[in-house]
T-cell receptor, first 113, second 113 residues
Framework: GENVEQHPSTLSVQEGDSAVIKCTYSDSASNYFPWYKQELGKRPQLIIDIRSNVGEKKDQRIAVTLNKTAKHFSLHITETQPEDSAVYFC????????????FGAGTILRVKS | KAGVTQTPRYLIKTRGQQVTLSCSPISGHRSVSWYQQTPGQGLQFLFE???????NKGNFPGRFSGRQFSNSRSEMNVSTLELGDSALYLC????????????FGPGTRLLVL
């Protein structure tokens, strides 16, 4: 089945700097890649997603890029703020074994002010 | 629209007991997926229900089961609880099946003593 690897597991940045989180997937048929943000004690919130027919998508300070050939996708956060501190999860929709979302292990992002 | 709701929010059980968790999806959403979240294993897919039918199943033992009602509300049952079942159980709803855009509930935190 699908395997999603996420790096780094923890990331500390200074306020105002950029943060990049990378994920790789194994199922070349995967076609949907969402990113979720989970603050401490709260539910995962969808922050951005991308489909395989698009290479890049932006929403204000957040962007996601997809490289289908290399089977990896990345989350970019610019001008980071303390409220960006959270755990971020990437996911890929597995096509081969039933169309379900497979999540990466998560990245703890700490933005230092 | 009201978001995804889950009840109860917290639960303490002892080994050998069984537990039933409930999830009410966003109005109009017909798919409900269940996940187990633990610090060591991240978000693990349990199963998905769509139109009262189980569409996908993860790699969990048969002690974990679920069902969906005609109003799309879903329940998850865990029988013969083990210490390792202690986790945050999240449900997510989506308009259609197959890993489409999912919105998470706040979760039920289960502690097995």
């Amino acid at each position: 089945g699908e395997n999603v690897e996420q790096h780094p597991s923890t990331l500390s940045v200074q306020e105002g700097d950029s943060a990049v989180i990378k994920c790789t997937y194994s199922d070349s048929a995967s076609n949907y890649f969402p990113w979720y943000k989970q603050e401490l004690g709260k539910r995962p919130q969808l922050i951005i997603d991308i489909r395989s027919n698009v290479g890049e998508k932006k929403d204000q300070r957040i962007a996601v890029t997809l490289n289908k050939t290399a089977k990896h996708f990345s989350l970019h956060i610019t001008e980071t703020q303390p409220e960006d501190s959270a755990v971020y999860f990437c996911a890929a929709r597995e096509k081969e074994y039933g169309n379900k979302l497979v999540f990466g292990a998560g990245t703890i992002l700490r933005v230092k002010s | 629209k009201a978001g995804v709701t889950q009840t109860p929010r917290y639960l303490i059980k002892t080994r050998g007991q069984q537990v039933t968790l409930s999830c009410s999806p966003i109005s109009g959403h017909r798919s409900v997926s269940w996940y187990q979240q633990t610090p060591g294993q991240g978000l693990q897919f349990l199963f998905e229900y769509f139109s009262e039918t189980q569409r996908n199943k993860g790699n969990f033992p048969g002690r974990f089961s679920g069902r969906q009602f005609s109003n799309s509300r879903s329940e998850m049952n865990v029988s013969t609880l083990e210490l390792g079942d202690s986790a945050l159980y999240l449900c997510a709803s989506s308009f259609s099946t197959g890993g489409e855009t999912q919105y998470f509930g706040p979760g039920t935190r289960l502690l097995v003593l």
